[in-house]
T-cell receptor, first 113, second 111 residues
């Protein structure tokens, strides 16, 4: 079956522009996570969704970052007024509620010039 | 502060040369410890979950063990296809949904 998909795979933007990153989880997976992976850094938790609600937004680094999930499926991570330090790979993962096995997408590589 | 430290940062092995990767953690009550494998340009792939000290899990040439302070990923007679970055993560038992990842061990197995 289809895995987690993310789009775009690569995004180059100019400093100050807004970007939207999309995640399509595995069908039926109620839990969805966003992470950021910077060069030489571990995966950094950003936000967790259970269904359409986000009980844990503690990892969002600033109010320029926001995320939503609609229909208990697709999620969008939005970064406003991008900065060079936002350059990283943004990864999405999903899992069935009650399971600890997270399935990751291939990531979106964001480069802010 | 909850933290995960992995060592070594990088490891080169000859094919067949067994070794272990270390994951040390500090967390306010462990709910679970997780091992993932990540190939270049791809998302992490789940390997194991360990929940309590003394627990062990095996999969092919990999065996993960857990103590109250650290976890080891033992690789027996590795093959070149085992080359990847191995990531360790923990989740606290305090009701948080957050997973804390280490920076990984880059493993290279030479033929």
């Amino acid at each position: 079956g289809a895995g987690v998909s993310q789009s775009p795979s690569n995004k180059v933007t100019e400093k100050g522009k807004d970007v939207e990153l999309r995640c399509d989880p595995i069908s039926g997976h109620t839990a969805l996570y966003w992470y950021r992976q910077s060069l030489g850094q571990g995966l950094e938790f950003l936000i967790y969704f259970q269904g359409n609600s986000a009980p844990d937004k503690s990892g969002l680094p600033s109010d320029r970052f926001s995320a939503e999930r609609t229909g208990g499926s697709v999620s969008t991570l939005t970064i406003q007024r991008t900065q060079q330090e936002d350059s990283a790979v943004y990864l999405c993962a999903s899992n069935v509620g009650g399971s600890d096995t997270q399935y990751f997408g291939p990531g979106t590589r964001l480069t802010v010039l | 502060e909850d933290q995960v430290t992995q060592s070594p940062e990088a490891l080169r092995l000859q094919e067949g040369e067994s070794s272990s990767l270390n994951c040390s953690y500090t967390v306010s009550g462990l709910r679970g410890l997780f091992w993932y494998r990540q190939d270049p340009g791809k998302g992490p792939e789940f390997l194991f979950t360990l929940y309590s000290a003394g627990e062990e899990k095996e999969k092919e040439r990999l065996k993960a063990t857990l103590t109250k302070k650290e976890s080891f990923l033992h690789i027996t007679a590795p093959k070149p296809e085992d080359s990847a970055t191995y990531l360790c993560a923990v989740q606290a038992a305090s009701g948080t949904y957050k997973y804390i990842f280490g920076t990984g061990t880059r493993l290279k197995v030479l033929a």
